[in-house]
């Protein structure tokens, strides 16, 4: 392995430094979600700044919204797609894609552009 020059060293140091802002700045947003729900929402209203640590933590708002019978059956159809739906379609897009890739399926050309133009088109 070559050695890195000090300018290649600054770069890497550079781009791991630029990359882990990004990460944070990225992640932040989901981990004050999840700080959120669990706090008191009383607390959570007078708060200022950052929320590192969910304040006065309860599960009040879990409590609350599963009480909603709409919650469960959105969780019902969430599961159902998950389990059954997602497997058919990726046996399906396996094998649409072998049927793409072999040479010997005369028809090809029809299939891509049927595949392929809904892509290009545009809806306004």
């Known amino acids: 392995m070559l050695k890195k020059s000090p300018g290649e060293k600054a770069f890497d140091m550079l781009n791991i430094i630029i990359m882990l802002i990004v990460i944070i ?24 700044g950052l929320l590192i640590k969910p304040l006065k933590p309860t599960i009040g708002a879990y409590e609350l919204t599963f009480k909603y019978p709409l919650v469960k059956s959105g969780y019902s159809n969430t599961l159902y797609v998950l389990l059954f739906a997602l497997p058919i379609n990726m046996v399906m897009t396996v094998l649409c894609a072998y049927v793409m890739s072999t040479k010997k399926c005369y028809i090809r050309i029809l299939y891509m552009f049927l595949l392929c133009s809904p892509c290009f088109l545009m809806v306004v």
Not at 25 to 37: N, Q, W
Not at 38 to 47: G, N, P, V
């Open 25 to 48: 700045v990225t992640l932040y947003p989901f981990y004050y979600v999840i700080c959120a729900s669990f706090s008191d929402s009383s607390l959570l209203l007078t708060h200022r």
